[in-house]
């Protein structure tokens, strides 16, 4: 059990989530009297605190249905709160942000301090409307079926029974057959519920596209950009960006395919031979299973900084991690803040691989943001956009680099793992690059079909790259990559903060690299900052530009060019 839970000054501290029991407090936050300044922040602390509490009570249940997707009650108790309790908040929501902005002493608030949460607050009255209410409870609904169907994919590779994590282990297998056969073995899996996947997709993005048109837009694409509170660019700001990519990061990457080609003594490369060491040498297992991967995370933080390792330390201590991949765990992995503990959760889908040594640190970074936002005034405070919620995990990634050596007993391990990382690093932008136009294109062509929906993908994937290999006579597998990301299906348009946010976090480490602890420090200063600044104030804490042009991708892009080079 998690030993620290904070103290309540307003609602009852055994308060069970019904909405009998929240209805009346509700309605003493809609007609409380207020009669001065002070008065109309202790109204704000109250609002926080109930929001806190509920926003928790809904983290868990979403953690524990991600666990276990197969139990029935775990869905039922997760999908009672989307259908029963959210559908009922959101008017009354509406109702306490009017009473915000049109209360008489709002102008007396401290601008400085509330002016982006009084921002957030004038732009979701202006989204509102009463008919999108049961849409969103129904899009909670639906969304919540990937996890379903996908948590339940697994295959069967040489008589064993593996997730597709777990699977796609053999895919860094020195024995090109071997890789070959995992990914085919894999790719078939995903075939068998492409039909289903592309039925519910096209329930999202009709449902999406209403949301839209109540809300008085004419696509789904605007109207979020407005609701995720992209104050600081537009999309025509991420056309640009998709083209810097393409013009600076996918040459780049091509050169570092043709290598790999050489390496590995091909004449193409194939799906199966982007993922295996051009060494010749096994793939890196730098733990031996969920726990020595915690405790070595714990080791890693300990030596950026004690206060670091410390927090983690605290969540291994209140079982908040679940890590290891099983069947029936919904795929990817996470950082869920528990608003009113004020630590958060990791899940993750651990198969003992480097990518689950970065998981674990980008998600860890993560983790260091939630503890270092708990104590912010407001609840709201804490609610970082994505471009800063990613600075702070991305960051993380690469600061803790330095200090992989608890990973890795051998140095050419070590180097290699290092390596692997910055070339990741690179890849991330094309691949977020695909995710993001992709999206754009969706919700800017409604009425598209599955077969307009894949080839869309095909030409846009094509454009960046497609991952470097030659898709011959792998038409189908090549028009499906797109359903294996989570984020399509359950949180649109979340997808372009990974590469502003990598910009960023090459920024941070650049800084790190050339003065730890101002580097480190600058980087705290920001990420405790939570959302109490406009974005690109939180960039220039850390000490970098929130800046996404072409010359200064080419920039970036250099230092880590420059810094693989060091490793050869």
């Known amino acids: 059990m998690i030993t620290i839970k904070k103290q309540r000054n307003y609602i009852p501290q055994d308060l069970n989530i019904s909405w009998e029991n929240l209805s009346p407090i509700f309605e003493e936050l809609q007609h409380r009297n207020i009669n001065s300044a002070a008065e109309l922040e202790q109204w704000l602390r109250d609002k926080s605190e109930l929001e806190a509490a509920l926003e928790e009570d809904f983290a868990w249940r979403y953690i524990k249905m991600s666990c276990d997707t197969a139990n029935e009650q775990l869905v039922t108790d997760f999908q009672y709160f989307a259908t029963e309790i959210e559908p009922k908040i959101a008017p009354i929501a509406n109702q306490l942000n009017k009473k915000l902005v049109e209360n008489e ?26 008919e999108n209410i049961p849409l969103f409870t129904e899009l909670q609904v639906k969304q919540q079926k990937y996890q379903g169907i996908t948590g339940a994919m697994s295959v069967e ?32 899996r995903r075939l068998a519920d492409k039909d289903d996947l592309n039925i519910l997709f096209d329930e999202l993005v009709k449902l999406r596209h209403q949301v839209a ?26 056309y640009k960006f998709a083209e810097a990519i393409e013009n600076e990061i996918v040459p780049i990457l091509k050169e570092q395919a043709d290598q ?20 010749g040498k096994p793939a890196l297992k730098p733990f031996q299973n969920g726990n020595d991967l915690i405790d070595k995370s714990i080791a890693c933080f300990n030596q950026i900084d004690s206060s670091l390792g410390e927090k983690l330390a605290f969540m291994k201590e209140n079982h908040l991690f679940d890590v290891e991949s099983r069947k029936g765990k919904a795929p990817g992995g996470y950082n869920y803040p528990l608003a009113e503990t004020g630590a958060p959760f990791i899940f993750m889908n651990s198969a003992n691989s480097l990518r689950d040594l970065t998981t674990m640190v980008h998600e860890g970074g993560h983790a260091i943001h939630t503890f270092l936002t708990a104590n912010l005034e407001l609840n709201d405070f804490k609610h970082c956009p994505s471009e800063v919620a990613e600075l702070a995990s991305m960051s993380m990634e690469l600061i803790s ?49 599955a077969a307009d929906r894949e080839e869309a993908f095909k030409q846009i994937y094509t454009r960046f790259g497609a991952g470097f290999a030659n898709w011959t006579d792998l038409e189908q597998q090549f028009g499906n990559v797109w359903q294996k990301q989570l984020h399509l299906f359950e949180v649109p348009f979340y997808y372009i903060e990974y590469a502003i946010a990598q910009l960023g976090a090459i920024a941070v480490w650049k800084n790190y690299k050339e003065n730890p602890e101002q580097g480190l420090q600058q980087y705290l200063d920001a990420l405790s900052l939570g959302y109490t600044k406009p974005m690109n104030e939180i960039y220039e804490t850390a000490g970098i530009k929130f800046d996404f042009s072409a010359e200064y991708i080419q920039e970036l892009a250099a230092f880590v060019k420059s810094e693989l080079n060091k490793l050869a």
Not at 164 to 181: G, H, P, Y
Not at 415 to 435: S, Y
């Open 213 to 238: 048109i109540n809300a008085g837009f004419e696509n789904y694409r605007d109207y979020m950009f407005q609701a995720l509170g992209r104050f600081d660019y537009t999309p025509k700001d991420c």
């Open 157 to 188: 590779i040489n008589g064993q029974e593996y997730t597709l994590e777990q699977a796609s282990n053999f895919l860094k297998d020195t024995d090109r057959n071997v890789r070959q056969n995992a990914w085919e073995t894999i790719q078939k």
């Open 401 to 449: 680099m330095d200090q992989w050596n608890v990973y890795f007993d051998k140095e050419e391990d070590l180097i290699r793992a290092k390596k692997e990382q910055l070339i990741d690093v690179l890849k991330t932008l094309p691949w977020v690059a695909v995710i993001d136009q992709f999206q754009h294109w969706i919700y800017t062509n409604p009425d598209h079909n």
């Open 260 to 279: 790999r080609m050489e390496a590995l003594g091909l004449d193409t490369l194939r799906p199966w031979d982007l993922d295996v060491s051009t060494t």
């Open 105 to 130: 002493f709002v102008d007396e608030l401290d601008q400085q301090k509330y002016f982006v949460y009084l921002r957030g607050v004038r732009k979701a009255l202006e989204l509102f409307r009463e």
